[in-house]
């Protein structure tokens, strides 16, 4: 099995930063794709960013230019540094990773339990 632990939510002005992380443990022999999904109240859950194994990444308009994912593969964790946060910001932030438990398993998604974000006007 594997686990993600989400780190780093938490209440801030509009404006402000806040920085996220999450670390994969357990059953892992690689890992593809890591990011961030949010979900905010009465929405659907909607993507954020995602990071490669390389480090390139992608990110939803929403937040160009604001938020800056990466990731750090010999933790196996992925981070999320959001700045000039904005009150549509404020959702619950998920990190999921893409993992591979072994070299002959197939890629599987796992989920951390989710951060709250919460932006001030």
């Known amino acids: 099995q594997v686990q993600l632990v989400e780190s780093g939510g938490g209440l801030v002005q509009a404006g402000g930063s806040l920085r996220l992380s999450c670390a994969a443990s357990g059953s892992i022999f690689s890992i593809n794709a890591m990011g961030w999904y949010r979900q905010a109240p009465g929405k659907q859950r909607e993507v954020v960013t995602a990071v490669t194994r390389i480090g390139m990444t992608t990110y939803a308009d929403s937040v160009k230019g604001r938020f800056t994912a990466s990731r750090d593969n010999a933790k196996n964790t992925v981070y999320l540094q959001m700045n000039s946060l904005k009150p549509e910001d404020t959702a619950v932030y998920y990190c999921?990773?893409?993992?591979?438990?072994?070299?002959?398993?197939?890629?599987?998604?796992?989920w951390g339990q989710g951060t709250q974000v919460t932006v001030s006007s």
């Open positions: 999921y990773a893409d993992v591979k438990s072994s070299l002959i398993s197939g890629i599987s998604r796992y």
